[in-house]
T-cell receptor, first 116, second 112 residues
Framework: DVKVTQSSRYLVKRTGEKVFLECVQD?????MFWYRQDPGLGLRLIYF???????EKGDIPEGYSVSREKKERFSLILESASTNQTSMYLC???????????????FGAGTRLSVL | GQQLNQSPQSMFIQEGEDVSMNCTSS?????WLWYKQDPGEGPVLLIA?????ELTSNGRLTAQFGITRKDSFLNISASIPSDVGIYFC????????????FGKGTKLSVKP
């Protein structure tokens, strides 16, 4: 079974803190994604990565950065946390089309972040 | 970014009833996926569809890839309390390198 592990289920941080959310996948997937999920807004893509050291902006990248130094690990960084970044953060991994299991993204359990 | 139109937003049904939800888009997709999210958890894949007209079942769940390639539906037969959760559709357009577009979800509540 595919496993996507997010390092924390719950986090509470202060405004202005630098926050790291870690995600690890064990299926050698090339693609990894970070989303945030808010009531009524669904899943919104923050950043994604197709390969090690590669990153692409999603729909809402402002206030976030990412790091992918190893294939299995994709980190989301909040440079200076703000209260409007309080949300559920979901990491996903998957293979690109044409490589089997086309386009399926496998999700972690999520990190519920509260910024006070 | 673009989002799919998923309806209904929420459903309150009696145990044993059948459920139907759908997603539509103005764009053509070459993949449709249906996920379920339990409270406090991440989405879990239920069904994947890759061909126009394809009808696929997974237990009491049945999903279809619309022949226009712009829509999909999910049916749940004889609902049970553990069907409670949020159901998401997701679609992928040709050439988008694995990025998915998600619906906003259908929240299902089941009364015993």
């Amino acid at each position: 079974d595919v496993k996507v592990t997010q390092s924390s289920r719950y986090l509470v941080k202060r405004t202005g803190e630098k926050v790291f959310l870690e995600c690890v996948q064990d299926m050698d997937h090339e693609n990894m994604f970070w989303y945030r999920q808010d009531p009524g807004l669904g899943l919104r893509l923050i950043y994604f990565s197709y390969d090690v050291k590669m990153k692409e902006k999603g729909d809402i990248p402002e206030g976030y950065s990412v790091s992918r130094e190893k294939k299995e690990r994709f980190s989301l960084i909040l440079e200076s946390a703000s209260t409007n970044q309080t949300s559920m953060y979901l990491c996903a991994s998957g293979q690109p089309g044409g490589s089997g299991g086309e386009n399926i993204q496998y999700f972690g359990a999520g990190t519920r972040l509260s910024v006070l | 970014g673009q989002q799919l139109n998923q309806s209904p937003q929420s459903m309150f049904i009696q145990e044993g009833e059948d459920v139907s939800m759908n997603c539509t888009s103005s764009s053509i997709f070459n993949t449709w996926l249906w996920y379920k999210q339990d409270p406090g958890e991440g989405p879990v894949l239920l069904i994947a569809l890759y061909k126009a007209g394809e009808l696929t079942s997974n237990g009491r769940l049945t999903a279809q890839f619309g022949i226009t390639r712009k829509d999909s539906f999910l049916n749940i037969s004889a609902s049970i309390p553990s069907d409670v959760g949020i159901y998401f559709c997701a679609g992928q357009r040709r050439g988008s390198q694995g990025n998915l577009i998600f619906g906003k979800g259908t929240k299902l509540s089941v009364k015993p």
